[in-house]
């Protein structure tokens, strides 16, 4: 079983950044794509960041330019910059381990909370 624990979360001002991170533990191993989703209030859960095991990434449109993918193998994590936040960010931030673009993972960490507010 994989294991997936974020943090970083917070509150931030509009045009502020916040800096998430996931690490990983158990069964994973670095061959993994990983991915970003977020999920507000009365919302779907929609994928907000995609990076391949190579570090290939995809963004949704609302997110380019603004958040950055990353990941780091050896210390078994992935992180999201986030930019130029503004209200509409606001939401609960997934980490996934397993999936592609189309589709998540089986393996979800428990969430940490991004509110974007003056």
């Known amino acids: 079983q994989v294991q997936l624990v974020e943090s970083g979360g917070g509150l931030v001002q509009p045009g502020g950044s916040l800096r998430l991170s996931c690490t990983a533990s158990g069964s994973w191993f670095s061959a993994m794509p990983m991915a970003w989703y977020r999920q507000a209030p009365g919302e779907q859960r929609l994928l907000v960041a995609f990076?391949?095991?190579?570090?290939?990434?995809t963004y949704t449109d609302s997110v380019k330019g603004r958040f950055t993918i990353s990941r780091d193998n050896a210390k078994k994590t992935i992180q999201l910059q986030m930019n130029r936040l503004s209200p509409e960010d606001t939401a609960v931030y997934y980490c996934n381990a397993g999936g592609s673009q189309n589709t998540p993972g089986p393996f979800w960490g428990l969430g940490t909370q991004v509110t974007v507010s003056s």
């Open positions: 990076v391949t095991s190579w570090g290939g990434t």
